[in-house]
């Protein structure tokens, strides 16, 4: 099966008056259709920004992203009307991503009214259509997002989403925001939703057990760069990067006679605002060298298995 | 809807009869007497006392105040003034068409071009172009409207000469007054656009139009821009109904006859009547004023507007909404 996106050398850099701030710095992975991939990493390692970039809401700096074996990455007004159609995101916070001023079925309509593909009756079939495949209500067809619990807000946030068939949704964080109850729900309606209509995710979150939960690979990030990329198995069974060691370390275990080693690391995040060339973590890595102050390669260390570290076969005695 | 305009227009009621009996009780105790003015330095002792007698001032309080709510609400009238001896409404309403005049165009200015640059302002935040409107418009807020009044006079009348400088004999007359009023407003709602722009182009559901695909023009003014509408409405409002009292200072340096300077004159007289006759106008269309801005609100607002309608009954019958907020 061919990769539906690819991203390749991917860079998005914001320039502030302090400095260029390296959110999303050479990151390169592949995602297979009808597939979920999570991104996880600790606040603020542009695992939001990288979404936000591939589904051009904002302009990369610079590499590549090929969707459908198409490159993408600069495309004009017209063509990107056209990808908009196959690439979507759902927002982390269902309070903030729906226009107060729209009512659930104004939400719905507008990007089915943009596309020109519904008029009339078609349009308000298609809109309950919708409403009813993510589980709203028909009375809230005139509802407003503020007459609305967070988990319907998602909903709502959801089906606005899925209006127009896409192929690829980015799912930003889509559960952080809702009390554990319907995350589950949401959860369960976006793997639905997903086997229904052959969906491809890439699952942004900082949620371990639900990056566990629904994903088929995942991407560790730290500051911006992408520091382990394998299956979701291989993960949490035999995770490479000593990045990756302490924050899958970090799951609190249920298992009473077993409980998990938590591995703190030591010392402050480095600023992403013009950082040194080289693996950003070595500052509190514990098997820093010199060596770490070179950049680093994303390395294949088996099938599927990529780890950017310099030492990662001495750290874990592989030949 | 329409029992929440009701219900506002009845509160009306109980904010006039307050603002009546404060402004009177405020007038009571201020010094200085009205007849020594009306009868100059030269007048006997006892023609003062004839006058006083004659206008009924050397009543008790208790007394006047119950015969000026009495001829104020049961024969809706201010009475007249004791200057000019004519009848205060009719008075105020000759002044209203120029007063109105200078608010509506000042006011409808400010919003014509302050909303647009503040718009352009906020979308292009951080550029060299934003800075200086900006910077132009924090010149614009800080400078008292007399002097630019002045300024306008000085360049407008007297050296290009294509300008009246004072008076009211045509819609000429205004131009200048109504630009020296609306500077200030444009600079001010310019400010408030691009910040009230900027906080509501920064939220997700921004985001979430573009996603959508919906054009630029369109994520600025059908998604953001009436969301960032409550602020505005709220100032130009407030500069609105304030206006509409009468802008003291330009109706002055351009000798317009409107409520502003007939205020004024009134308080150096001591004119009771003509006094407690204005102040009870301006908090009558300040009322009146403040309550289409609510309504405004409510056609902009979703939120507010169910506010509004929170206990109608046609809302529960129709079954709709309602869900566990």
Same mark, same amino acid.
């Given at each position: 099966?061919?990769? !539906?996106?690819?991203?390749?050398?991917?860079?998005?850099?914001?320039?502030?008056?302090?400095?260029?701030?390296?959110?999303?710095?050479?990151?390169?992975?592949?995602?297979?259709?009808?597939?979920?991939?999570?991104?996880?990493?600790?606040?603020?390692?542009?695992?939001?920004?990288?979404?936000?970039?591939?589904?051009?809401?904002?302009?990369?700096?610079?590499?590549?992203?090929?969707?459908?074996?198409?490159?993408?990455?600069?495309?004009?007004?017209?063509?990107?009307?056209?990808?908009?159609?196959?690439?979507?995101?759902?927002?982390?916070?269902?309070?903030?991503?729906?226009?107060?001023?729209?009512?659930?079925?104004?939400?719905?309509?507008?990007?089915?009214? !943009? $596309?020109?593909?519904?008029?009339?009756?078609?349009?308000?079939?298609?809109?309950?259509?919708?409403?009813?495949?993510?589980?709203?209500?028909?009375?809230?067809?005139?509802? %407003?997002?503020?007459?609305?619990?967070?988990?319907?807000?998602?909903?709502?946030?959801?089906?606005?989403?899925?209006?127009?068939?896409?192929?690829?949704?980015?799912?930003?964080?889509?559960?952080?925001?809702?009390?554990?109850?319907?995350?589950?729900?949401? !959860?369960?309606?976006?793997?639905?939703?997903?086997?229904?209509?052959?969906?491809? %995710?890439?699952?942004?979150?900082?949620?371990?057990?639900?990056?566990?939960?629904?994903?088929?690979?995942?991407?560790?990030? %730290?500051?911006?760069?992408?520091? #382990?990329?394998? $299956?979701?198995?291989?993960?949490?069974?035999?995770?490479?990067?000593?990045?990756?060691?302490?924050?899958?370390?970090?799951?609190?275990?249920?298992?009473?006679?077993?409980?998990?080693?938590?591995?703190?690391?030591?010392? #402050?995040?480095?600023?992403?605002?013009?950082?040194?060339?080289?693996?950003?973590?070595?500052?509190?890595?514990? %098997?820093?060298?010199?060596?770490?102050?070179?950049?680093?390669?994303?390395?294949?260390?088996?099938?599927?298995?990529?780890?950017?570290?310099?030492?990662?076969?001495?750290?874990?005695?592989?030949? | 809807?329409? @029992?929440?305009?009701?219900?506002?227009?009845?509160?009306?009621?109980?904010?006039?009869?307050?603002?009546?009996?404060?402004? /009177?009780?405020?007038?009571?105790?201020?010094?200085?007497?009205?007849?020594?003015?009306?009868?100059?330095?030269?007048?006997?002792?006892?023609?003062?006392?004839?006058?006083?007698?004659?206008?009924?001032?050397?009543? &008790?309080?208790?007394?006047?105040?119950?015969?000026?709510?009495?001829?104020?609400?049961?024969?809706?009238?201010?009475?007249?003034?004791?200057?000019?001896?004519?009848?205060?409404?009719?008075?105020?309403?000759?002044? /209203?068409?120029?007063?109105?005049?200078?608010?509506?165009?000042?006011?409808?200015?400010?919003?014509?071009?302050?909303? &647009?640059?503040?718009?352009?302002?906020?979308?292009?935040?951080?550029?060299?172009?934003?800075?200086?409107?900006?910077?132009?418009?924090?010149?614009?807020?800080?400078?008292?409207?007399?002097?630019?009044?002045?300024?306008?006079?000085?360049?407008?009348?007297?050296?290009?000469?294509?300008?009246?400088?004072?008076?009211?004999?045509?819609?000429?007359?205004?131009?200048?007054?109504?630009?020296?009023?609306?500077?200030?407003?444009?600079?001010?709602?310019?400010?408030?656009?691009?910040?009230?722009?900027?906080?509501?182009?920064?939220?997700?559901?921004?985001?979430?139009?573009?996603?959508?695909?919906?054009?630029?023009?369109?994520?600025?003014? @059908?998604?953001?821009? &009436?969301?960032?509408?409550?602020?505005?409405?709220?100032?130009?409002?407030?500069? /609105?109904?304030?206006?509409?009292?009468?802008?003291?200072?330009?109706?002055?340096?351009?000798?317009?006859?409107?409520?502003?300077?007939?205020?004024?004159?009134?308080?150096?007289?001591?004119?009771?009547? +003509?006094?407690?006759?204005?102040?009870?106008?301006? +908090?009558?269309? /300040?009322?009146?004023?403040?309550?289409?801005?609510?309504?405004?609100? +409510?056609?902009?607002?979703?939120?507010?507007?169910?506010?509004?309608?929170?206990?109608?009954? @046609?809302?529960?019958?129709?079954?709709?909404?309602?869900?566990? +907020?």
């Amino acid at each position: 099966m061919s990769a !539906l996106l690819e991203v390749k050398h991917l860079k998005k850099y914001f320039s502030t008056h302090k400095g260029v701030v390296h959110a999303v710095d050479d990151v390169t992975f592949s995602l297979d259709e009808g597939k979920t991939m999570g991104v996880v990493g600790e606040s603020g390692c542009g695992k939001s920004t990288l979404g936000r970039t591939i589904i051009h809401l904002q302009e990369p700096t610079e590499g590549q992203i090929i969707f459908q074996g198409e490159d993408v990455t600069h495309l004009k007004r017209k063509d990107l009307d056209r990808l908009r159609e196959n690439m979507q995101i759902v927002f982390q916070d269902p309070y903030s991503s729906l226009n107060p001023r729209l009512s659930v079925r104004d939400t719905i309509a507008e990007p089915l009214i !943009l $596309s020109h593909k519904f008029k009339g009756a078609a349009l308000e079939k298609e809109v309950n259509r919708l409403m009813e495949l993510v589980g709203i209500e028909k009375r809230l067809h005139n509802a %407003y997002p503020h007459e609305m619990d967070g988990g319907r807000r998602q909903r709502v946030g959801i089906g606005r989403a899925l209006a127009l068939n896409p192929k690829f949704i980015v799912c930003d964080e889509p559960v952080s925001a809702l009390d554990v109850s319907i995350q589950a729900q949401v !959860l369960n309606l976006l793997m639905d939703l997903q086997q229904e209509n052959k969906l491809t %995710y890439m699952f942004v979150t900082h949620d371990l057990s639900v990056v566990r939960h629904i994903s088929d690979s995942i991407c560790v990030m %730290y500051l911006g760069q992408l520091v #382990e990329t394998c $299956s979701t198995e291989e993960l949490f069974k035999n995770q490479l990067h000593p990045y990756s060691k302490a924050l899958l370390s970090a799951i609190p275990s249920v298992d009473i006679h077993n409980p998990t080693k938590r591995i703190v690391i030591k010392g #402050e995040i480095v600023s992403p605002i013009d950082p040194k060339p080289g693996c950003r973590f070595a500052a509190r890595c514990p %098997y820093a060298c010199e060596a770490c102050k070179e950049p680093q390669k994303l390395e294949m260390i088996s099938t599927g298995h990529f780890v950017s570290c310099c030492r990662v076969k001495e750290i874990n005695q592989l030949s | 809807m329409s @029992k929440y305009i009701l219900k506002r227009i009845l509160l009306m009621i109980p904010i006039l009869v307050g603002v009546a009996i404060l402004i /009177f009780t405020l007038m009571f105790f201020v010094p200085g007497d009205p007849v020594e003015i009306i009868l100059g330095s030269s007048a006997t002792q006892a023609q003062v006392e004839t006058v006083r007698e004659q206008l009924g001032l050397n009543q &008790p309080y208790i007394i006047r105040l119950g015969s000026f709510l009495q001829q104020l609400f049961l024969h809706g009238s201010f009475g007249n003034s004791y200057v000019q001896g004519t009848d205060v409404g009719a008075e105020l309403l000759t002044r /209203f068409p120029r007063t109105l005049i200078l608010a509506l165009f000042s006011i409808l200015l400010s919003m014509v071009v302050g909303i &647009p640059l503040g718009i352009r302002a906020a979308t292009h935040a951080n550029s060299a172009e934003d800075r200086i409107s900006m910077f132009v418009s924090m010149i614009g807020v800080s400078m008292p409207n007399f002097w630019l009044a002045l300024m306008l006079v000085l360049l407008f009348a007297l050296k290009l000469g294509i300008l009246p400088s004072s008076g009211d004999k045509g819609f000429e007359y205004y131009i200048l007054p109504i630009l020296a009023n609306a500077l200030g407003g444009i600079a001010g709602v310019a400010r408030l656009t691009r910040s009230s722009m900027l906080e509501v182009i920064r939220a997700d559901y921004v985001s979430t139009a573009r996603a959508k695909g919906v054009s630029e023009h369109d994520v600025i003014y @059908k998604h953001a821009l &009436p969301n960032a509408m409550i602020p505005i409405i709220t100032m130009c409002g407030g500069r /609105f109904g304030g206006q509409l009292g009468g802008t003291v200072v330009i109706e002055t340096v351009f000798s317009i006859p409107g409520i502003g300077a007939y205020l004024i004159n009134s308080i150096n007289n001591r004119d009771y009547n +003509a006094v407690q006759g204005s102040v009870l106008y301006i +908090a009558f269309t /300040f009322s009146v004023v403040m309550l289409l801005v609510d309504l405004i609100y +409510a056609f902009i607002d979703p939120r507010i507007k169910a506010q509004y309608e929170g206990h109608s009954k @046609k809302r529960i019958k129709r079954g709709e909404v309602k869900a566990d +907020a």
